[in-house]
């Protein structure tokens, strides 16, 4: 492969690629793509029954060589899955089920009439005209430049991601930049690991290329184990040649051959499209040997994680590679001194990854002119739990929380209110509400108790009771402690003991001061980055919602009435209708009364299962 | 995990040959030993001690090693795993849905804490985050995914899962 044969790629591609943009002003449409989700949110919602039925129903029409239909990675709306969109009317089909197939390709693509009841209802404008994508609420204030690729191109198809400058900034760096060029590119860019930790990517490529060893290594950490969180997994399934790109940018710069993807074996759609595109970017000879016939090698093998939370961390990772236990070792040495196999090595995070190649194309200047003063980019956030436009978002640094779960996110559904957001999964915190104006930068984020993370945020409302939330997540570190270093160990076992007895009801005031003390001695002398974080979502509720903490200890209340201990449901008299529905679905038998006349819950039979509330139609059942 | 007895271990030469050449394959990868295992795994559907003793022989480590790999890290099961593998999610996505109640429904309606039923027909597992959120709460039954749930909708699910 030289430059030449790429371009011609390119350009090949990009014809080929077709119309893949909307434009609205076409009078005559000579062909259409039909780009129908392939993320795991969309798949699991059968999109790949529905690719299958639209390459049936369009060769049925006779249209195949008019209409291409493709799997791309995702689009990000994933509340609204499956999605298809079809080119270049830009038409969105939102919850598409298989049988609405048919009738698509017959109005659609036969008569040239979208079939504006199964779009995306923002896309559509009163007097039936579909608006642009990036025109939605959802999509406006997004600035797509790690996922510029997702839901774009074929993640299958390593040409398409050529006719989208692939590869050009890896020739870029092997025909015209030294390694120093590219450490100090890096440098000034000022791109910050977005894993979570934030550590400056350059300065870690500066250590490892200054490191001298016969042999380096390039890792890319796609371990990605926060739990609602699935961005890495995003630009894999969507855009895997961006990562391997950058990683043979990143391999060139210290002085690699060998990287090493680690990927999560829970995401099997990510690891088969990263095994293809490994394939084809070595048929292609954009890996492997003397590439671009500079002398440069460089080969990358995917090993797959096998279910343990810490392996995220550096040097955990590692050891596991090595094929043990994946148990964190001290730093010093760092990795990029002594790393896996105890050679000098790198470590970035996938979305990291995908912000390189741009940077090379585009200069350091570009990327800085995005972000906060000391946080440049974007950030790609999955955006779950209770709002209404669940998905994947990216948008610039400094960014308000208000921003994204308001105007993007679409707000609380069934009328909520708004209670905490949370950010960086176990190892972060919960933002309370008087926070939600503060512009989301690595600094600002620790500076209110929580962390970037990776870029899980889950919203929850007041029906989420926070010291269930806390418990929630020490659970999960309990369950992902290695067990190598007592603080983490037992400290969190202990705590999460404490947090056990303020959900039972059993605890004192001064059991508070207890967790306090000992998310203090957990932080401080924890191993690694799991135990140092953990006590975070404990310490952030106790700020931000001690009074929660308080009604659980001294008044024995759940407010937001989940600790079931704490419960209790009762019937208000002028509300019940004596319908006897409630009595007939209470498995214990504890409701009674007659036809007609206000019934009663016996407390004591009562075992809390809220079936009762459930069934009543008219609102006369309250727990607290 | 399993409280039932042990299931007695049953390989057939087929699956024995495949465990050799995966094994013959992996003589000279460096950190060979958890792609074995993930290998192993595919191929008999857990790892029971005679399959960890054959991996450790062949790849030279200590069977203590194995052991110690093989329980270090959840998705190895020493334990077979139901006809029907049945996962609730609870990432914290699904779980402020309200995915707690699903597993509890699950638990109850096939009389088992976690583990797999005496029939050997459901296994039951809580599973870390499987990503697709914008489902949540969401239990999967071995490649089928099924999401937005609601409590009533378990014991229809169940019923087309038929020993």
């Known amino acids: ?624 | 995990m399993a409280q039932n007895a042990k299931v007695p271990f049953n390989g057939t030469k087929a699956q024995a040959d495949e465990l050799e050449k995966v094994l013959k394959g992996l003589k000279n990868v460096e950190g060979a030993l958890m792609p074995a295992l993930q290998q192993a795994q595919d191929i008999y559907g857990y790892l029971p001690i005679e399959v960890q003793e054959v991996i450790a022989d062949r790849l030279g480590v200590s069977l203590a090693e194995v052991f110690g790999v093989a329980t270090f890290y959840s998705q190895f099961t020493l334990t077979p795993k139901g006809k029907y593998k049945i996962g609730v999610c609870l990432g914290t996505a699904c779980y402020v849905k309200g995915s707690g109640e699903i597993y509890a429904e699950l638990q109850k309606q096939l009389g088992i804490e976690s583990g797999i039923t005496d029939d050997l027909v459901y296994s039951l597992d809580a599973t870390r985050c499987i990503g697709c959120c914008g489902l949540a709460p969401v239990m999967t039954v071995n490649d089928d995914v099924y999401g937005k749930l609601t409590k009533d909708q378990i014991a229809g699910i169940l019923a087309k899962y038929k020993a």
Not at chain 1, 157 to 163: G, P, R
Not at chain 1, 320 to 346: D, H, W
Not at chain 1, 562 to 585: E, F, H, M, W
């Open chain 1, 1 to 624: 492969m030289n430059y030449n044969e790429l371009v011609a790629i390119k350009e090949r591609a990009l014809k080929a690629m077709g119309p893949r943009a909307a434009d609205h002003t076409l009078k005559e449409i000579k062909e259409r793509t039909v780009l129908v989700c392939g993320g795991t949110g969309c798949t699991s919602g059968k999109s790949r029954v529905i690719l299958e039925e639209f390459r049936e129903e369009v060769a049925k029409a006779g249209l195949s060589d008019r209409v291409k239909v493709i799997m791309t990675g995702c689009f990000g709306l994933c509340a609204l899955g499956p999605v298809v969109i079809v080119y270049p009317e830009g038409a969105f089909y939102s919850q598409v089920h298989p049988e609405y197939v048919h009738e698509i390709v017959e109005s659609h693509l036969v008569n040239n009439t979208v079939l504006t009841k199964y779009l995306y209802k923002e896309t559509v404008k009163e007097e039936g005209v579909i608006k642009a994508l990036n025109e939605t609420d959802f999509y406006r204030k997004q600035h797509r430049l790690a996922l510029r690729n997702c839901g774009v191109i074929d993640p299958e198809n390593v040409e398409e991601y050529i006719a989208r400058d692939g590869y050009l900034a890896l020739y870029k760096v092997l025909t015209s930049m030294s390694q120093d060029d590219v450490v100090k590119v890096m440098l000034d860019s000022g791109l910050r690991g977005r894993g979570g930790a934030g550590f400056p990517t350059g300065r870690k490529w500066m250590f490892a290329k200054a490191s001298q060893a016969d042999k380096k290594f390039v890792l890319c950490n796609a371990d990605e184990g926060d739990p609602g969180a699935f961005m890495d997994r995003s630009v894999l399934e969507g855009d895997p040649h961006a990562v391997l790109e950058a990683m043979a940018i990143a391999a060139y710069t210290i002085g690699s051959d060998q990287g090493y993807i680690y990927v999560r074996a829970e995401y099997p759609i990510a690891v088969q499209r990263l095994r293809i595109a490994i394939k084809q970017a070595n048929e292609y000879g954009l890996l492997g040997n003397n590439i671009f016939g500079t002398g440069f090698n460089f080969n990358v093998e995917v090993r797959l994680g096998a279910g343990a939370f810490v392996c995220g961390e550096e040097t955990a990772l590692m050891v596991s590679i090595e094929g043990n236990r994946g148990e964190p070792r001290p730093r010093p040495p760092f990795p990029a001194v002594k790393g896996l196999f105890a050679k000098p090595t790198i470590l970035n995070n996938v979305e990291t990854y995908a912000n390189v190649a741009q940077i090379i194309l585009n200069g350091a200047e570009w990327f800085a002119s995005m972000g906060t003063e000391k946080s440049k980019g974007t950030k790609v956030f999955a955006l779950g739990g209770k709002i209404t436009n669940t998905g994947l978002v990216e948008v610039p640094m400094g960014t308000t929380l208000r921003e994204i779960i308001e105007e993007i996110g679409g707000g609380i559904p069934n009328s909520k209110k708004f209670k905490a957001a949370q950010t960086g999964g176990p190892s972060g915190g919960c933002i309370p509400a008087e926070k939600m104006d503060v512009a989301i930068d690595y600094d600002n984020l620790i500076a209110i108790g929580s962390m970037m993370g990776s870029g899980g945020l889950i919203v929850m409302d007041e029906d989420n009771c926070m010291v269930d939330i806390a418990k929630f997540f020490l659970e999960f570190t309990v369950d992902e402690s290695c067990g190598k270093c007592t603080p983490c160990r037992i400290g969190t076992k202990r705590l999460y003991e404490l947090l056990t007895k303020v959900t039972n009801g059993t605890a004192e005031l001064e059991d508070l001061d207890k967790m306090e003390e000992l998310c203090k001695y957990i932080k401080e002398n924890s191993l690694c980055g799991l135990g140092q974080t953990a006590p975070n979502p404990v310490l952030s509720t106790l700020r931000y919602f001690r009074d929660e903490y308080v009604a659980h200890v001294v008044e024995k209340r759940c407010p937001a009435g989940v600790c079931k201990n704490l419960v209790s449901y009762s019937i208000q008299p002028d509300k019940c209708k004596g319908c006897t529905a409630c009595a007939r679905k209470c498995p214990v038998g504890a409701i009674s009364g007659t036809v007609k006349n206000p019934h009663v819950i016996d407390k004591a039979k009562c075992i809390k299962c809220g079936a009762c509330m459930a069934t009543c139609k008219f609102g006369a059942i309250v727990k607290g």
